[in-house]
């Protein structure tokens, strides 16, 4: 069981707006520590997608935004598209037991 | 530009010990700020981060598996390896290694290598 969690599956038609949370403790993204978000496509590595829980890296598009508020964060994507369709990962760090990385369940997202 | 790649055995057998190397260019692993994870995905499951080296050699392991893991570099010839004691059907997956420029409490990773899928099996 992750230390963050993570709806196991979104979904939405093309165009429309989809949400993924992540909520985890005050070990961890409550304690203040920035959430990061990977993509992985069907059959690839993960892939940086937000860091510093809404920044993104230089070529991902701007559909893709982040926050995160007390023990929570959220990815949305505005405008799904067909390229979408991938599973979603949240990460963090937690402070406990010395301090360690830690992930989120995941999400799948399907696309309409 | 930055690339990692990830290799060993395909095979492992119960109770032996699984050694994988990553292979890294485009920066040098003694650089000020940098480092590299290892992260692992058993099949249709969740990422699990494992190890991290940084710079200056100091390591840092997931509380769950610190007894079995061990995480070293050699500068030299680009390389981070993992070794991962008694392994167990459990620990079958894919095996990523992803670098780090900063600590691993407020920085990401970016890139990830390809992966390897490594199988634990008799």
């Given at each position: 069981?992750?230390?963050?969690?993570q709806p196991p599956s979104v979904?939405g038609?093309p165009?429309?707006?989809v949400?993924?949370?992540?909520?985890?403790?005050?070990s961890n993204?409550g304690a203040?520590?920035d959430?990061h978000?990977?993509?992985?496509?069907?059959?690839?590595?993960?892939?940086?997608?937000?860091y510093?829980?809404?920044?993104?890296?230089?070529g991902?598009?701007?559909?893709f935004?982040?926050s995160?508020?007390?023990?929570?964060a959220?990815?949305?994507?505005s405008?799904?598209?067909?390229e979408?369709?991938a599973?979603?990962?949240?990460?963090?760090y937690?402070?406990?037991?010395?301090?360690?990385?830690?992930?989120g369940?995941?999400?799948?997202?399907?696309v309409l | 530009?930055v690339?990692?790649k990830?290799?060993?055995?395909?095979?492992v057998k119960p109770?032996?010990?699984?050694?994988l190397t990553?292979?890294?260019?485009?920066?040098?692993l003694s650089?000020?700020?940098?480092?590299?994870?290892?992260?692992r995905?058993?099949?249709?499951?969740?990422?699990e981060?494992?190890?991290?080296?940084?710079?200056?050699?100091q390591?840092?392991?997931?509380?769950s598996?610190k007894s079995?893991?061990?995480?070293s570099?050699?500068?030299s010839?680009?390389?981070?390896?993992?070794?991962?004691?008694?392994?167990?059907?459990l620990?079958?997956?894919t095996?990523?290694?992803?670098?780090?420029?900063?600590?691993?409490a407020?920085?990401?990773f970016?890139?990830?290598?390809q992966g390897t899928?490594?199988?634990?099996?008799?």
């Amino acid at each position: 069981q992750s230390v963050l969690t993570q709806p196991p599956s979104v979904s939405g038609a093309p165009g429309q707006r989809v949400t993924i949370s992540c909520t985890g403790s005050n070990s961890n993204i409550g304690a203040g520590y920035d959430v990061h978000w990977f993509q992985q496509l069907p059959r690839t590595a993960p892939k940086l997608l937000l860091y510093d829980n809404s920044n993104r890296p230089s070529g991902v598009p701007d559909r893709f935004s982040g926050s995160r508020s007390g023990t929570s964060a959220s990815l949305v994507i505005s405008g799904l598209q067909a390229e979408d369709e991938a599973d979603y990962y949240c990460q963090t760090y937690d402070s406990r037991l010395g301090g360690h990385v830690v992930f989120g369940g995941g999400t799948k997202v399907t696309v309409l | 530009q930055v690339t990692l790649k990830e290799s060993g055995p395909v095979l492992v057998k119960p109770t032996e010990t699984l050694t994988l190397t990553c292979t890294v260019s485009g920066f040098s692993l003694s650089s000020t700020r940098m480092g590299v994870s290892w992260i692992r995905q058993p099949p249709g499951k969740a990422l699990e981060w494992l190890a991290h080296i940084y710079w200056n050699d100091q390591q840092s392991y997931s509380p769950s598996l610190k007894s079995r893991l061990a995480i070293s570099k050699d500068t030299s010839k680009s390389r981070v390896v993992l070794t991962i004691t008694n392994v167990d059907p459990l620990d079958s997956g894919t095996y990523y290694c992803a670098r780090m420029e900063g600590n691993p409490a407020w920085d990401w990773f970016d890139p990830w290598g390809q992966g390897t899928l490594v199988t634990v099996s008799s």
